[in-house]
């Protein structure tokens, strides 16, 4: 079975900084383009950032300069370092393959259940 | 930076189709990709490529995109699609989401 499985979520107080992790299986975090995707509460999703097969990455406006897109490739794991983190990045996270990679156009159509991200002091 | 608008609510009657539109500028010139999002759980990928099924998606859901206009058709609704439905595309190589729409199956 094709796999992603988010942890790290947690409590943390504003201008703190957590570490999420997606660890895959039944597909290679390397071969693919692998997101991060997040929902506070009630609302739609909001795209976070992707890392691409190269490895290079690209961010939201909203956390670029604090969130890092990272993958262990021996681990077949993605991660996302969040830093200086605020009340409005409150959200389920969740990470998400996109079809890019794969001749698709960017459907994501496949999503981990998603770890719960909580700012607040 | 693009938006894509939805309406927050729609009704439908069991048997009955359902439409849901997306709205942003010249989405027609873009991929329209569609999610059904049930309570607690991760959204699933219903539309691809404006009108394409992934496997396992009933037949009942189409889509369609022009203008600058997105529509999600679910033709005899049943009561186990109410859920929250998302459109998305891509502006340049950001992921943009609307904000949801909200079928209830009365």
């Known amino acids: 079975d094709v796999q992603l499985v988010e942890t790290g979520g947690g409590l943390i107080q504003p201008g703190g900084s957590l570490r999420l992790s997606c660890a895959a299986s039944?597909?290679?975090?390397?071969?693919?383009?692998m997101n991060w995707v997040r929902q506070a509460p009630g609302k739609g999703p909001e795209w976070v950032s992707v890392?691409?097969?190269?490895?290079?990455?690209s961010y939201a406006e909203s956390v670029r300069g604090r969130f890092t897109i990272s993958r262990d490739n021996s681990k077949n794991t993605l991660h996302l370092e969040m830093k200086s983190l605020r009340v409005d990045d409150t959200a389920v996270y969740y990470c998400?393959?996109?079809?890019?990679?794969?001749?698709?156009?960017?459907?994501?159509?496949?999503w981990g259940q998603g770890t719960v991200v909580t700012v607040s002091s | 930076s693009y938006e894509l608008t939805q309406s927050p609510s729609v009704s439908v009657s069991p048997g009955q189709t359902a439409s849901i539109t997306c709205s942003g500028d010249?989405?027609?010139?873009?991929?329209a990709y569609w999610y059904q999002q049930k309570p607690g759980q991760s959204p699933i990928l219903v539309i691809y490529q404006d009108k394409k099924r992934p496997s396992g998606i009933p037949e009942r859901f189409s889509g369609s995109n022009s203008g600058n206009t997105a529509t999600l058709t679910i033709s005899g609704t049943q009561a186990m699609d109410e859920a929250d439905y998302y459109c998305q595309a891509w502006d340049s190589s950001t992921a943009v989401f609307g904000g949801g729409t909200k079928l209830t199956v009365l």
């Open positions: 039944g597909l290679a975090v390397s071969g693919n383009y």
């Open positions: 010249n989405l027609g010139n873009k991929y």
């Open positions: 998400a393959r996109d079809t890019r990679a794969t001749g698709g156009f960017g459907a994501f159509d496949l």
């Open positions: 890392i691409y097969k190269e490895g290079s990455a």
